[in-house]
Structures are given as structure tokens and as C-alpha cells.
């Protein structure tokens, strides 16, 4: 069909033409949940809440340390 032409945007036409704009938005989202996955991690696991209590008695028990009195 001669005449007839296929309406492609310029993006479609350009090998790459993601753009660094979208690119950008991308990676910003992506380090976003990362950040946020790691967070989440952090507190599921590491956060002070899940620490045990430990004294120094508790602790010279367990390494059998012997202190003198003065």
C-alpha cells in the first residue's frame, strides 16, 4: 500500500531512547524498596528490642573469669 505510513514516536525509532529521565525513576524506585527492605530486615532481626540482657555477673559466669575480692 503505497502512501500509507506507521505512525512510530520517536522513542521507537532510536536504539537506547529510554531516556536517562526514566532511567533515573527507575533506579531511585529500586533503591527505594531496597532501602526499605533492608530497613524492614533491621528491625525484624537486629534492632535492640531482640538483644538479650547481659551484666557482668551473667558474663563472668560464662567465661568463668574468678575476681578476688579487695
Known amino acids: 500500500m503505497k502512501g500509507t505510513r506507521i ?3 520517536s522513542a521507537a ?3 537506547g531512547a529510554y531516556g536517562r529521565r526514566g532511567l533515573r525513576r527507575d ?3 529500586l533503591l527505594a524498596v531496597k532501602f ?3 530497613g524492614l530486615l533491621w528491625l525484624m ?3 535492640a528490642a531482640h538483644r ?3 551484666d557482668a555477673s551473667a558474663v563472668s559466669q ?3 573469669v574468678v575476681t ?3
Open 62 to 64: 560464662r567465661l568463668a
Open 7 to 9: 505512525h512510530t514516536t
Open 52 to 54: 538479650p540482657a547481659v
Open 13 to 15: 525509532r532510536k536504539p
Open 68 to 70: 578476688s575480692a579487695p
Open 45 to 47: 532481626f537486629f534492632s
Open 27 to 29: 533506579l531511585a524506585w
Open 36 to 38: 526499605t527492605a533492608l
